[in-house]
C-alpha cells in the first residue's frame, strides 16, 4: 500500500487508487497520515473532521471512519498487525517510510543533511532532489480542513528549506547556472522569503552576472518595502554591499553566513 500526502491526498494499492468516502474520510487520513508513527487523540480527529461544530455523535462518527478505512486497507477489524491501530486515547497509523511520501521525504532530507555536514555535496544533492521529487503540489491539496491547511503550511515551509539547502550544495557544486535558473521562479513564488533571494543573488554573481544580482535585490527590497513598510534584512543587505563590492571572497564557497538568512516566507 501507498498513502501520498504531498498532493493531492491518495491511497494506491496492488489494484490502484483507493477511492475515499468524502472529506470527513479525507481529513481523518490526512491527520493520521500527517502524524504517522504517533497516536492521534480521539478529541483532535474530532476537530479535524468537524471544525468548531462537531455532532453529538461525532466519537462514533469517528469510530465509524476508521472501520471504513481500515476496509479500504483491506485491514481486518482488530487486526494489530494492519496500518490502523486503537491505541487509546485516539488511532495511530503504522506504515514503513517507503509506503508514505511523508515518512520517505523525512528520511531522504536527514540523509542529505548528513552529506552536506560530511561535505558530500554530490550526495547531498542527490538525496534532496529525490526528495522534493515526491512533491506533486500543495500538501494535502484536497482536504479543507483547517487544521489540515495549517499543517499543509508547514510542509511547505519543510520543502522551501529543502529546495534552500538543495541550492546551496549545487553552488558548492559550482552548478550556478542550474541554481539560478531553479531558484528564478522560486523567488517569484514566494518574494518575501529573504533566503532564497540572496542564494539567487550569489548564483548570478558566481555566473559573472552582477548587474543581474544587483537586480534582484533592487526588485526584493521594493516588494518589502511596498508591502511590509520594511527594509530587508541585515544579512541581505550585506550580501548587496560585498557585491557591489566586489568582493572576491563571494566566489568561493557559500558563505555561511547565508545560513541565518531569515526564512520568512510570503
Request: glycine share 6%.
Amino acid at each position: 500500500m501507498q498513502i501520498n500526502v504531498l498532493g493531492h491526498l491518495e491511497v494506491r494499492n496492488a489494484n490502484g487508487q483507493v477511492l475515499l468516502a468524502g472529506q470527513r474520510q479525507r481529513a481523518l487520513l490526512a491527520a493520521l497520515a500527517l502524524d504517522h508513527g504517533r497516536v492521534v487523540p480521539a478529541h483532535r480527529l474530532i476537530d479535524v473532521m468537524w471544525d468548531d461544530a462537531p455532532p453529538a455523535t461525532a466519537r462514533a462518527k469517528v469510530q465509524a471512519h476508521v472501520c471504513a478505512l481500515r476496509q479500504a486497507f483491506s485491514q481486518r477489524a482488530q487486526d494489530p498487525t494492519g496500518p490502523l491501530l486503537t491505541c487509546p486515547p485516539g488511532y495511530l497509523l503504522r506504515v514503513p517510510d517507503h509506503e508514505l511520501d511523508l515518512a520517505e521525504f523525512a528520511s531522504l532530507t536527514a540523509r542529505a543533511a548528513v552529506a552536506a555536514r560530511l561535505g558530500e555535496m554530490a550526495a547531498a544533492v542527490e538525496y534532496f532532489t529525490s526528495a522534493l521529487a515526491l512533491w506533486r503540489g500543495e500538501a494535502c491539496a484536497d482536504v479543507a480542513s483547517p487544521l489540515i491547511r495549517a499543517a499543509a503550511a508547514a510542509l511547505e515551509e519543510r520543502r522551501l528549506l529543502a529546495i534552500e539547502a538543495k541550492a546551496e550544495a549545487e553552488l558548492a557544486l559550482g552548478r550556478c547556472d542550474a541554481v539560478a535558473a531553479e531558484l528564478a521562479a522560486h523567488v517569484a513564488s514566494y518574494p518575501l522569503r529573504e533566503r532564497l533571494r540572496a542564494l539567487l543573488m550569489l548564483s548570478w554573481y558566481r555566473l559573472g552576472c552582477r548587474a543581474d544580482a544587483l537586480g534582484v535585490y533592487r526588485a526584493g527590497r521594493q516588494i518589502m518595502v511596498a508591502e511590509l513598510g520594511l527594509e530587508p534584512g541585515p544579512q541581505l543587505r550585506l550580501l548587496h554591499q560585498r557585491i557591489l563590492a566586489d568582493d572576491p571572497t563571494l566566489r568561493a564557497a557559500v558563505p555561511r553566513r547565508l545560513e541565518a538568512v531569515s526564512g520568512a516566507s510570503a
